[in-house]
């Protein structure tokens, strides 16, 4: 929640606004005001002067809000990119871990050729594709 500046100087001249005032005049003729009563004074009302802010004052608040509006915006759009790529990452993270077992299983793994057929991949090829995957596995996967 945002409690704008008006909002605040009113909150604290508040009690101030509602004191009584008294005006009395001494045996020399000077005039007093106090906060208490006292023979022969006389209450004042007193208002509360309105300030008004200035163009620039107005233009220099407004520019100071769409900063931070757009800083807000921006943390925003980081924080869901942060989430998107945090998904992705354990996404990721789960299909590599899903192959490394079916690789340890064992078994014949092959791929198609542009003919359309079977080539089956080597031993070798295979522990080349089980280090790999351990290798992301442990480098982006806590």
Request: hydrophobic residues 35%; contains cysteine.
């Amino acid at each position: 929640m945002r409690i704008t500046p008006i909002v605040l100087v009113a909150f604290v001249v508040s009690p101030w606004a509602t004191a009584e005032i008294y005006r009395w005049v001494d045996a020399q003729g000077n005039v007093h005001f106090d906060s208490r009563s006292r023979p022969g004074a006389e209450q004042v009302e007193v208002r509360p002067q309105v300030i008004e802010r200035d163009e620039a004052t107005r233009v220099r608040e407004a520019r100071t809000e769409r900063f931070f509006d757009a800083r807000r915006q921006e943390q925003q759009a980081a924080k869901q990119a942060a989430g998107e790529w945090r998904v992705k990452r354990e996404r990721a993270c789960s299909e590599w871990k899903q192959q490394l077992s079916q690789l340890s299983e064992g078994g014949r793994y092959f791929r198609e050729d542009a003919k359309g057929e079977r080539v089956y991949y080597s031993d070798e090829e295979i522990g080349a594709t089980r280090r790999q995957l351990a290798s992301r596995i442990g480098q982006n996967c806590s």
